[in-house]
């Protein structure tokens, strides 16, 4: 929780306004099945024509509404995210700079270039989405099965099943591609801190024995992430069937309608993009939270070593 608790303290206003946005834009998320049902079902309800230019108009006008909001949301969290970078940097180089001089060698060159590019990009990236990326795809989620449960129980039970084991999938995994996470950025540190220290060529087989090292941790991620795509796709193509074929059976039986069907066929899609975008952002914040650790570390070995020269 110290990473959110850092967060909170140095961007805390401009996480509410992100917050706010992201509740809104959530809260529209179902508002289109809806008017996609009503369509649907008016078809061959004697819809008159007025009236479906009608629900047509507020459709787009619901649609832009929502596009316009998640411009806006994006270009603060960027902004945001722009600003920590700047911050981070700022902040690391001081403290390199004003160290010891022991500290300052203690701190090799590559270890200071990978934390102000890679390290320091990544971070301040997630900063901005730290609190309303969640809250949007949740809130996304909730919309949208609870639309699905509104108009047929079944079908927003089905649905909310889909997702269950999906969860449990991913946290079964992270914790796996976690420690790859650390293993890559202390060898990358490491191979970085070579390079630019190189006075001859006896280094030269240490860096690529490094680069190696690298490949095969990345390839190891690369593997529980793809097992992890697969099974999730899996799920996902059962879930579109089974709510077609219960939907169709509940058509058959007089239970429900074709619009109620293909609202939550339709809608199923919709759920299947933000938790995507929620797995993404557990998956980002697992490995920038090891990345977190990281820079902690290394600052806090700065500001010891800068006290000491004192």
Do not use: C
């Not at 730290?130 to 108009?151: C, D, N």
């Not at 992890?228 to 059976?249: D, E, Q, R, Y």
């Amino acid at each position: 929780m110290d990473l959110f608790k850092t967060i909170w303290r140095v961007t805390g206003r401009q996480q509410i306004v992100l917050i706010v946005l992201s509740l809104v834009v959530a809260g529209l998320a179902a508002v289109p099945l809806d008017y996609q049902k009503e369509i649907i079902n008016g078809l061959s309800g004697g819809l008159t024509a007025g009236a479906l230019l009608r629900l047509g108009a507020e459709l787009m006008g619901v649609i832009f509404l929502s596009l316009a909001l998640k411009w806006a949301l994006g270009y603060q969290a960027s902004i945001v995210g722009e600003s920590v970078i700047k911050r981070i940097r700022s902040r690391i180089y001081t403290d390199y700079s004003n160290a010891s001089t022991d500290g300052a060698a203690g701190m090799k060159a590559g270890t200071l270039v990978t934390m102000l590019s890679a390290e320091a990009e990544d971070m301040g990236k997630f900063v901005g989405s730290a609190f309303s990326e969640p809250f949007l795809q949740l809130g996304t989620l909730i919309g949208v099965i609870g639309y699905i449960g509104a108009t047929q129980p079944r079908l927003g039970a089905l649905a909310l099943l889909i997702i269950l084991p999906q969860a449990i999938i991913v946290l079964a995994t992270q914790r796996h591609i976690n420690a790859r996470v650390s293993e890559r950025v202390i060898v990358l540190r490491r191979a970085t801190n070579q390079i630019t220290q190189a006075q001859s060529r006896q280094i030269e087989q240490a860096v690529l024995d490094d680069f190696d090292a690298i490949y095969e941790t990345r390839r190891k991620i690369f593997i529980w992430k793809l097992s992890t795509k697969f099974a999730l796709s899996g799920i996902n193509g059962a879930g579109t069937v089974g709510i077609l074929m219960l939907g169709g059976w509940l058509v058959i039986e007089g239970r429900s309608d074709v619009g109620t069907v293909v609202a939550a066929t339709v809608g199923l899609g919709r759920l299947q993009q933000p938790w995507s975008q929620l797995i993404a952002y557990y998956r980002n914040v697992s490995a920038i939270r090891v990345k977190f650790e990281l820079l902690r570390e290394a600052l806090d070995r700065m500001s010891g070593d800068k006290t000491r020269g004192e």
